[in-house]
């Protein structure tokens, strides 16, 4: 596509983000108009007939209909549709697309359902991103943007719909004007082994210099690819100038065949890269990718301990947030770099918010998204066209200001039961599974136990353990947690796999510990009997914050 083309497209995509700025000066009335048209679309389902969406004709009426929701409330419907019956929570022919696989809080994944409308609504809102981006950054309407994605057929359901990474159905189905834009093929997707999939993202774009921005969802996937791109420097040059993938890595025949055009030798590429390690002693993406002027993934939260590491690699590059988003459905839509901020993506889905205090109680506060106030807490409630309504994500966010109407927000973390540094979602109710099988396997008697994140070169869990019989077994406790986390949660396992995480480690603390922890926070809270031990924390400072023991404390027993 030649640029005067992207320039014509890009001039009529502001005109589509000037009114959706614009328009959220009337957010509370498309909000409510949204609403009752994802309800009304439903009216007729199993799902709909269980909670009386043929009641509901305003806000009220809906809160009064249908509680508060997390995805056990949706799994028993959910599995009907993926054996086919559409109708257990859609309108009959809607159109499933296929569904997103992610972890859940408990031993068993979920699966979101991906219909026709809401993936128009997903690619709406990442076209509204997008166009922030190169309005801000004409100079990359030049340049080739690296994606790093998965696959969106990974398995199947019984009825034959495809499970994935719904990033991965956007890759495949990406506009004729934008193909020529990405510079990696689509079918890159299909190689599983990550290892695989990095070096041949980086043996396909190494071989230009005109990469202009990267995106992908995870900082601490770049810090890997760039990594990995100075640990197989030597190898990289040597197909790059040889032509094709070195036949150790882990790529599919009908990938390596299907890629073959794009894998040519180019002499003279090789020749530059290897002038640049000579200079440089070391091959790094702010070396190869001299027009790199833009980093496009997530910023809040605890992933933030990464930027620093981006520099180091990429140079002094803009970074753009990917806003909140996940397999649920996208929350927000940064539109200014630098910032982990974005407004509200008030024109596809219908939110509620719940204040971070009264997340929990019985009968919290619930409010809309025009009735926040800048500066506080709150809990994001998603209503989309995939058939989730008042679902609680556990995402937690801070107002940060306004535009017109609708709010903007900035991610904080998922919540007092959940860590994410690397988008693994960890439960506190997977590590008690996960933890409480190790020990019952090893026969130890179990013991008060909190698992915290914590940051070296690369982040890790480690299992807080006062001095007893168990931190005498701690490697083999160490490993057994690993194992059965692993198994329990399919996006922590991966991220272990890709080495962005590094396996649980036991870390003895000081007898006593826990007392003092439970005396200062029972002091704080003004009630002894009603602390409850973390089994896990998201606070990468927890163990750095641990009280002094008290004295003549006893080692720390099972947690209630």
Not at 151 to 176: K, M, V, Y
Not at 270 to 298: R, S, T
Not at 314 to 333: P, Q
Not at 518 to 540: H, I, T, W, Y
Request: glycine share 6%.
């Amino acid at each position: 596509m030649q640029y005067p083309l992207r320039e014509v497209i890009l001039r009529y995509k502001c005109s589509q983000l000037n009114r959706f700025v614009a328009g959220a000066s009337q957010g509370r009335a498309t909000q409510r108009r949204l609403l009752l048209e994802k309800v009304g679309r439903a009216a007729n389902s199993d799902f709909g007939r269980r909670y009386g969406f043929d009641s509901v004709h305003d806000v009220a009426s809906f809160r009064r209909q249908m509680p508060v929701t997390t995805y056990e409330d949706f799994r028993p419907f959910i599995q009907q549709v993926m054996q086919g019956n559409v109708e257990a929570m859609f309108a009959p022919r809607t159109k499933l697309l296929m569904f997103a696989m992610t972890s859940g809080t408990t031993n068993e994944p979920k699966r979101l359902p991906v219909t026709e409308l809401f993936y128009k609504e997903y690619r709406e809102s990442w076209q509204l991103w997008g166009t922030g981006v190169y309005r801000d950054h004409q100079e990359l309407l030049k340049r080739q943007t690296l994606q790093l994605t998965s696959d969106w057929q990974i398995e199947s359901t019984p009825s034959g719909a495809p499970c994935g990474n719904i990033s991965g159905l956007a890759a495949t189905s990406r506009p004729f004007y934008m193909k020529r834009v990405f510079a990696l093929p689509a079918c890159v997707i299909k190689i599983r082994d990550f290892a695989a999939k990095h070096y041949t993202s980086l043996r396909l774009s190494m071989a230009s210099d005109n990469v202009g921005m990267l995106i992908t969802a995870n900082p601490s996937t770049l810090v890997e690819f760039a990594r990995r791109a100075n640990d197989e420097a030597e190898s990289l040059i040597r197909d790059i100038h040889n032509g094709g993938i070195n036949e150790q890595w882990n790529v599919p025949a009908e990938v390596r065949h299907a890629l073959r055009s794009k894998l040519r030798p180019n002499r003279k590429r090789a020749a530059q890269l290897e002038a640049l390690l000579d200079e440089h002693g070391e091959l790094l993406p702010k070396h190869f990718w001299p027009h790199l002027g833009m980093i496009a993934n997530w910023t809040g939260g605890s992933v933030g301990v990464y930027l620093p590491q981006l520099e180091e690699y990429y140079g002094n590059v803009a970074i753009r947030d990917h806003g909140i988003s996940a397999s649920e459905g996208r929350m927000t839509i940064p539109l200014a770099d630098n910032t982990p901020d974005g407004l509200l993506d008030y024109a596809h889905h219908y939110f509620e918010f719940i204040p971070a205090d009264e997340h929990g109680d019985p009968d919290p506060t619930v409010l809309e998204a025009h009735e926040l106030e800048e500066g506080l807490d709150y809990f994001i409630l998603l209503t989309t066209s995939a058939g989730l309504y008042r679902y609680d994500i556990f995402d937690m966010v801070r107002c940060t200001g306004f535009v017109g109407e609708m709010p903007t927000l900035r991610f904080l973390n998922k919540g007092r039961h959940f860590s994410s540094i690397t988008g693994e979602k960890l439960s506190e109710h997977q590590v008690v599974l996960a933890v409480s099988k190790s020990f019952n396997e090893l026969g130890l008697a179990p013991v008060t136990f909190t698992l915290a994140p914590t940051m070296g070169e690369k982040p890790q869990y480690e299992l807080l353990l006062e001095p007893g019989e168990a931190t005498r077994h701690a490697s083999q406790l160490a490993q057994r947690v690993q194992q059965h986390l692993s198994a329990i949660n399919e996006e922590y396992a991966d991220k272990c796999l890709s080495k962005r995480i590094e396996p649980i480690a036991v870390h003895e603390i000081p007898a006593g510990t826990w007392a003092a922890l439970r005396a200062n926070r029972s002091r704080a809270r003004g009630n002894f009997e009603e602390f409850k031990q973390p089994c896990l924390v998201s606070d990468m400072e927890f163990v750095d914050k641990l009280p002094t023991p008290l004295a003549g404390a006893m080692p720390g027993r099972a947690a209630s």
